[in-house]
């Protein structure tokens, strides 16, 4: 039942609340999306910023994995500069 004053709607929802699985009445905006309850409301908050703060650690080991790679090459190139020093050739005059 839409009520268009208010811009809600009130009608028939099937999902668990309060630990009960069933059919409820639940308010629902215009256009029919739920309008949580707080306690829905913060528990998908808390799941927004678990899902951030994996996302964070994922970046995190991202960067981890890249500072690592960097510091292979950097020793990779160090060992070549040196076999090529020992060939007398300046490695820093190569392009």
């Given at each position: 039942m839409l009520i268009r004053e208010l811009e809600l709607s009130l009608d028939l929802w099937r999902g668990t609340y309060?630990?009960?699985n069933r059919l409820w009445?639940?308010?629902?905006?215009?256009?029919?999306q739920l309008i949580l309850t707080p306690n829905e409301e913060?528990?998908?908050?808390e799941q927004r910023a678990t899902?951030?703060?994996?996302?964070?650690?994922e970046a995190d080991l991202r960067a981890a994995?890249?500072?690592?790679?960097l510091?292979?090459?950097?020793q990779q190139a160090e060992l070549l500069a040196?076999?090529?020093?020992?060939?007398?050739?300046d490695p820093d005059l190569l392009g």
């Amino acid at each position: 039942m839409l009520i268009r004053e208010l811009e809600l709607s009130l009608d028939l929802w099937r999902g668990t609340y309060e630990g009960l699985n069933r059919l409820w009445l639940r308010w629902f905006t215009a256009d029919g999306q739920l309008i949580l309850t707080p306690n829905e409301e913060a528990a998908a908050a808390e799941q927004r910023a678990t899902e951030a703060e994996q996302r964070a650690t994922e970046a995190d080991l991202r960067a981890a994995e890249a500072d690592l790679r960097l510091q292979e090459a950097q020793q990779q190139a160090e060992l070549l500069a040196a076999k090529l020093r020992k060939l007398n050739i300046d490695p820093d005059l190569l392009g």
